[in-house]
């Protein structure tokens, strides 16, 4: 039998990645997002990917150059931990940094392979291992602390997301 992810592919997040032109991602069949909330120079954006075998939830944040500058990604439970954690390696090398505390893990990229972004990945295990979020985010705006904040921040805070 095959895992419920056994179809997705990190590709399907590159239009996403740091450093891509929102108005390129808005030419998509993906579209603009939903305007989910704008803090200075910053515009945080909704999106609700949906195919055939998953269904998530992934945030992107714009800066006023209209460069996307990190995303996070709720991905679904029904993924299997081992299977999207192997993709990550095999496509990124292997982490810089691992924490574990109880069940949950974060993985942590801090340069990967051809990357200008630094990526973090949760997953938690339960009866099964699943993936928690991805989110990358980048490494020229986590230089400029005094205005960024990462989506990964603002939601650790607990006081954008209310799913």
């Given at each position: 039998m095959d895992p419920p992810n056994y179809n997705f592919s990190l590709d399907g997040l590159k239009?996403?990645?740091?450093?891509?032109?929102?108005?390129?991602l808005s030419k998509t069949k993906l579209g603009k997002g939903e305007l989910?909330?704008?803090?200075?120079?910053?515009?945080?954006?909704?999106?609700?990917?949906?195919r055939t075998r998953y269904k998530f939830t992934l945030f992107i944040?714009?800066?006023?150059?209209d460069e996307i500058v990190d995303?996070?990604?709720?991905l679904p439970s029904y993924f299997l931990h081992d299977v999207f954690h192997q993709s990550l390696i095999n496509r990124f090398g292997k982490q810089n940094t691992y924490k574990k505390n109880e069940g949950n893990a974060v993985y942590i990229w801090n340069k990967p392979k051809n990357l200008t972004s630094k990526i973090i990945y949760s997953g938690t295990c339960t009866v099964t291992c699943?993936?928690?979020?991805?989110?990358?985010?980048?490494?020229?705006?986590?230089?400029?602390?005094?205005?960024?904040?990462?989506i990964l921040d603002v939601a650790?805070?607990?006081?954008?997301?209310n799913l």
């Open positions: 239009p996403f990645y740091p450093g891509q032109k929102y108005a390129d989910y909330t704008q803090n200075g120079k910053y515009i945080v954006y909704k999106y609700k990917i949906t944040q714009v800066n006023k150059e995303f996070y990604a709720l699943f993936p928690l979020f991805i989110s990358f985010v980048s490494l020229k705006e986590l230089k400029n602390q005094k205005s960024f904040k990462s650790s805070a607990g006081s954008l997301f």
